[in-house]
């Protein structure tokens, strides 16, 4: 008879045996657990770390509130990040793979084009030229049972190469892009009632040129357009607040998004939108701004500018990682919200 066969409550009766047990089962089960999810223990590991960073410990594909994956979110930000992406200049060969990246991202994602392409162009003049370029916005949608339309975006261009630095705007706003395809992901699997359409404006940095240019030709009525949720700049905060500008004009929304249960350790913060605070009124500085201009509500979520706002150093290994996802999830209950309670 080989000791392996023999059970182990046989050798050891008793609590020692079954605690002894238990340790066995334990380490049985986590030698095996990883393979089970078709990934290594390193990669276990550092899922139980986001998992636990996200607050849903122990359930790697979906939790009660959001279907996304922490690590898709921080490799999409660190792709359009690389320096090999050059800063994403507008008609630069960085700012094209940047393009090239989001499309394959909003095929993978499974969104819909609202036309039959998700390129929206354009053409503006950049600052300091007079010579109009060609521009490029990407849209997507998910249907949703009602027809109204909430509009969810962010800004992919950034200002590219300074003084042979790269500027690889992490925080701005790649941050932002990496959101709108984590909840596009979530929405895919979690029907809205409202139909949700994703932008990814270009030319942003040179004076909110793709969001006007999308205004001035939306893509559906007017009128099936409920408002616009804007984000800019999400991922580094010293202090842990996320603002959320636009209830000063749109007061109906505060008691919608005063609902939002907050991840612990962040907080959100309401405000940057009266005329009175002058440069701190944030309403005409990020893409919603065209929205506004064009009486579409609005809100915006971003962060108080930090040492590295539009400097080289708004790089991947400065965004404040654990932050960011918990801003990530408030700003997806946010839009969970408001699908939910605005008329349909
Ligand atoms: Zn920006």
């Known amino acids: 008879m080989s000791l392996r066969s023999v059970s182990v409550l046989e050798v050891f009766p008793g609590r020692r045996a079954k605690n002894r047990l238990a340790v066995t089962a334990a380490s ?64 630069t060969p960085g700012h094209a ?27 503006f003049t950049p600052r300091n030229s007079t010579t109009p370029q060609p521009g490029v916005n990407l849209v997507g949608m998910i249907p949703g049972k009602s027809e109204k339309v909430i509009v969810i975006t962010a800004h992919y261009d950034h200002v590219g190469i300074r003084n042979g630095k790269v500027y690889n705007g992490a925080d701005d706003d790649a941050s932002g892009i990496g959101a709108i395809l984590a909840l596009a992901t979530h929405f895919q699997k979690q029907k809205p009632q409202h139909t ?46 996320l603002y959320a500008a636009g209830t000063y004009h749109n007061p109906t929304f505060l008691p919608l998004l005063q609902q939002v249960k907050v991840p612990q350790g962040l907080n959100l913060r309401f405000g940057h939108d009266r005329p009175e605070q002058g440069h701190d009124d944030w309403t005409m500085q990020s893409d919603h701004g065209s929205f506004h201009r064009a009486k579409i509500p609005f809100i915006y979520f971003g962060v108080e500018d930090h040492p590295h706002y539009h400097q080289e150093t708004d790089e991947f290994r400065n965004i404040h990682q654990s932050f960011y996802l918990k801003a990530v999830e408030t700003i997806q209950k946010a839009v969970q919200v408001l699908d939910k309670q605005l008329p349909a």
């Open 28 to 91: 049985t089960y986590f030698r095996f657990l990883p393979y089970l999810f078709g990934m290594n223990r390193y990669s276990l590991l550092q899922r139980l770390f986001l998992a636990s960073v996200s607050g849903c410990l122990l359930s790697f594909s979906s939790c009660a509130q959001q279907v996304y994956e922490p690590n898709q979110i921080l490799k999409d930000v660190e792709t359009l990040a690389a320096d090999s992406l050059e800063g994403r200049l507008p008609n």
């Open 97 to 123: 793979k940047a393009q090239q990246y989001l499309l394959q991202r909003f095929q993978s994602i499974g969104l819909q084009p609202v036309g039959v392409q998700f390129q929206q162009q354009f053409t």
């Open 196 to 241: 949700l359409m994703f932008v990814a404006f270009d030319a942003e940095e040179q004076g909110l040129q793709g969001s006007k240019a999308f205004v001035a030709n939306l893509p559906v009525a007017k009128e099936r357009i409920l408002l616009n949720v804007n984000l800019d700049m999400v991922s580094i905060s010293e202090k842990n607040e």
